[in-house]
């Protein structure tokens, strides 16, 4: 079974600060990884995604994540933290061979708090 | 069209009641997801659709009824509901391959059972 472990339920930085959300996998295959932003009262949006290719892979807002299968880690990064970065953030991995569809497992998420 | 809609954004009903939540998407996706999510938690699959079939549901209890009338359309029928139902209800379509696109979902129903 696939799973992800999010380190960290509150993290906390200064608004210009490097923001670093961890996230490490475990899977018995190659997996694809994940990461969501939720922000209060909506629904999950996409920020980035691992599927094999690029080991360093950048998403929307200025977020990337580099996957290293040697730490089993996908985690978050951002150069220069907004205020409109506070969020909760879910990593997540998904089952290649689910077949016709996608069964994701998300981690239990990290809210992340930008100081002014 | 890259949007998943869903409607009521809000919904109050009372443990007697039937009720209905939908979702809409134009995307070409052929799954279709129901999650469940309480406060401070991660989203909990309830439900899956591929081809609009039903392939999972998670053991979810009977008071809960989905539906996938076509390829763009899901509802979620509610009845008989307990208070602890109450939680945000996110649905999520995804292309129909191997995974490896990511989820696009819907902005919720805030559900209170009363």
């Known amino acids: 079974a696939q799973s992800v472990t999010q380190l960290g339920s509150h993290v906390s930085v200064s608004e210009g600060a490097l923001v670093l959300l961890r996230c490490n996998y475990s899977?018995?295959?190659?997996?694809?990884l994940f990461w969501y932003v939720q922000y209060p009262n909506q629904g999950l949006q996409l920020l980035l995604k691992y599927t094999s290719a690029a080991t360093l892979v950048k998403g929307i807002n200025g977020f990337e994540a580099e996957f290293k299968k040697s730490e089993t880690s996908f985690h978050l990064t951002k150069p220069s933290a907004h205020m409109s970065d506070a969020a909760e953030y879910f990593c997540a991995v998904s089952d290649p061979s689910s077949g016709g569809y996608q069964k994701v497992t998300f981690g239990t998420g990290t809210k992340l708090q930008v100081i002014p | 069209d890259t949007e998943v809609t869903q409607t009521p954004k809000h919904l109050v009903m009372g443990m007697t009641n039937k009720k209905s939540l939908k979702c809409e998407q134009h995307m070409g996706h052929r799954a279709m997801y129901w999650y469940k999510q309480k406060a401070k938690k991660p989203p909990e699959l309830m439900f899956v659709?591929?081809?609009?079939?039903?392939?999972i549901n998670e053991s979810v209890p009977s008071r809960f009824s989905p539906e996938c009338p076509n390829s763009s359309l899901l509802n979620l029928h509610l009845h008989a509901l307990q208070p602890e139902d109450s939680a945000l209800y996110l649905c999520a379509s995804s292309q129909k391959s191997t995974g490896s696109g990511g989820y696009t979902f819907g902005s919720g129903t805030r559900l209170t059972v009363v």
């Open positions: 899977s018995s295959v190659p997996p694809y």
């Open positions: 659709y591929s081809y609009e079939k039903l392939s």
